[in-house]
């Protein structure tokens, strides 16, 4: 006995709830990633699809994920550098927080 699901051929492309079901990542992740331009989806009319290809690029980290945006610029508005070399040495937090020692 066979069953269908190996007789069809593959999704060329997912809407976002399939996305999201043959990913396992979370919608908001996703929207969060297409919109900082790390996953790369297409619009067709009113629809929003993330290209197979692109979803297993991601997932492989062949698109990289742009940790910039997830972590923030910490001092880089205070000595004027860009957000990517902000990340580059040590993370300067704000005087309002401080790191307690574990005794």
């Given at each position: 006995?066979?069953?269908?699901?190996?007789?069809?051929?593959?999704?060329?492309a997912?809407?976002?709830?399939?996305?999201?079901?043959?990913?396992?990542?979370g919608?908001?992740?996703?929207?969060?990633?297409?919109?900082?331009?790390?996953?790369?989806?297409?619009?067709?009319?009113?629809r929003?699809?993330?290209?197979?290809?692109d979803?297993?690029?991601?997932l492989?980290?062949?698109?990289?994920?742009?940790?910039?945006?997830?972590?923030?610029?910490?001092?880089?508005?205070?000595?004027?550098?860009?957000?990517?070399?902000?990340?580059?040495?040590?993370?300067?937090?704000?005087?309002s927080?401080?790191?307690?020692?574990?005794?």
């Amino acid at each position: 006995m066979t069953s269908t699901a190996q007789n069809e051929p593959q999704k060329l492309a997912y809407r976002i709830d399939e996305a999201v079901k043959a990913s396992g990542l979370g919608r908001s992740f996703l929207y969060e990633r297409m919109a900082d331009g790390s996953l790369k989806s297409v619009k067709i009319g009113g629809r929003r699809l993330i290209l197979r290809e692109d979803l297993v690029a991601f997932l492989k980290c062949e698109t990289p994920v742009s940790l910039i945006s997830a972590v923030g610029s910490f001092g880089a508005e205070e000595t004027g550098t860009s957000r990517r070399h902000a990340l580059a040495g040590p993370v300067k937090l704000p005087p309002s927080q401080m790191i307690l020692p574990l005794e």
